[in-house]
T-cell receptor
Framework: AQSVTQPDIHITVSEGASLELRCNYSYGATPYLFWYVQSPGQGLQLLLKYFSGDTLVQGIKGFEAEFKRSQSSFNLRKPSVHWSDAAEYFCAVVGFGNEKLTFGTGTRLTIIP | NAGVTQTPKFQVLKTGQSMTLQCAQDMNHEYMSWYRQDPGMGLRLIHYSVGAGITDQGEVPNGYNVSRSTTEDFPLRLLSAAPSQTSVYFC????????????FGQGTRLTVV
C-alpha cells in the first residue's frame, strides 16, 4: 500500500529565510507525488506535482520540489519565505493504476518577522 | 465557476442523530472522495468513487455511507453520529488519472455532542 510520511509536525522560519519541508513515500514503483497547501479555514490547493521526467519540479508561489528515488523523498523548498506562506502543507501520493489519493499528516509552517 | 461545493459549513449533532453532508462539483470529474481531517492525523480517506454508481471504502469507512447516483453529487451519510466523528470533513474531486489535480471544497466542521 502507498503511504507518505512527513516527519516534521511544525516548523518555524524567519521571513526571508529558506525553507525545506520533508516528505518520504513508500511505494513499490514510481509514484505520483503532490504537495498541497491549506491556509487557515480553507480547503487544500495544489502547489505542484511529479509523475515522470525531470526530478525537479516547479510550482506556484515560488515553490519547488525534488524527487529523489534513492531516498524515497519528495521535499518541498522555497528560497525565501513570505509571511503569506504561513499555512499547513501536505504531501500526497497516488500509486500507478490506483484511484486513491493518500495524504501525509501535514507540516504546519509558522513565519516569524 | 463554483468548483466543489460543500454544505453545510458547520453542524452540531447530538449522539445518535443522523445527517447527510452534501458535496457537488460542476467540473464533470469522475473521481470524488471524502476525507476527514483531525489534528495530527492529516487527511484520512473515508470513501471514494470513480464514477456514477461506483463507490469504495477508504481508510476509515466505519459509521459512514455514500452513494453516487450522478456525476455531480457525492453525499456522505452519518448513520448514528458519535463523538469520535467530530472532525472537519472535506470533499474532493478530480479527473480520471493518477496525476490529476484534486479540487477541494471549503470543508464542513462537524461537532457531535
Amino acid at each position: 500500500a502507498q503511504s507518505v510520511t512527513q516527519p516534521d509536525i511544525h516548523i518555524t522560519v524567519s521571513e526571508g529565510a529558506s525553507l525545506e519541508l520533508r516528505c518520504n513515500y513508500s511505494y513499490g514503483a514510481t509514484p505520483y507525488l503532490f504537495w498541497y497547501v491549506q491556509s487557515p479555514g480553507q480547503g487544500l490547493q495544489l502547489l505542484l506535482k511529479y509523475f515522470s521526467g525531470d526530478t525537479l519540479v516547479q510550482g506556484i508561489k515560488g515553490f519547488e520540489a525534488e524527487f529523489k528515488r534513492s531516498q524515497s523523498s519528495f521535499n518541498l523548498r522555497k528560497p525565501s519565505v513570505h509571511w503569506s506562506d504561513a499555512a499547513e502543507y501536505f504531501c500526497a501520493v497516488v500509486g500507478f493504476g490506483n484511484e486513491k489519493l493518500t495524504f501525509g499528516t501535514g507540516t504546519r509552517l509558522t513565519i516569524i518577522p | 465557476n463554483a468548483g466543489v461545493t460543500q454544505t453545510p459549513k458547520f453542524q452540531v449533532l447530538k449522539t445518535g442523530q443522523s445527517m447527510t453532508l452534501q458535496c457537488a462539483q460542476d467540473m464533470n470529474h469522475e473521481y470524488m472522495s471524502w476525507y476527514r481531517q483531525d489534528p495530527g492525523m492529516g487527511l484520512r480517506l473515508i470513501h471514494y468513487s470513480v464514477g456514477a454508481g461506483i463507490t469504495d471504502q477508504g481508510e476509515v469507512p466505519n459509521g459512514y455511507n455514500v452513494s453516487r447516483s450522478t456525476t455531480e453529487d457525492f453525499p456522505l451519510r452519518l448513520l448514528s453520529a458519535a463523538p469520535s466523528q467530530t472532525s472537519v470533513y472535506f470533499c474532493a474531486s478530480r479527473e480520471q488519472g493518477e496525476n490529476t489535480e484534486a479540487f477541494f471544497g471549503q470543508g464542513t466542521r462537524l461537532t457531535v455532542v
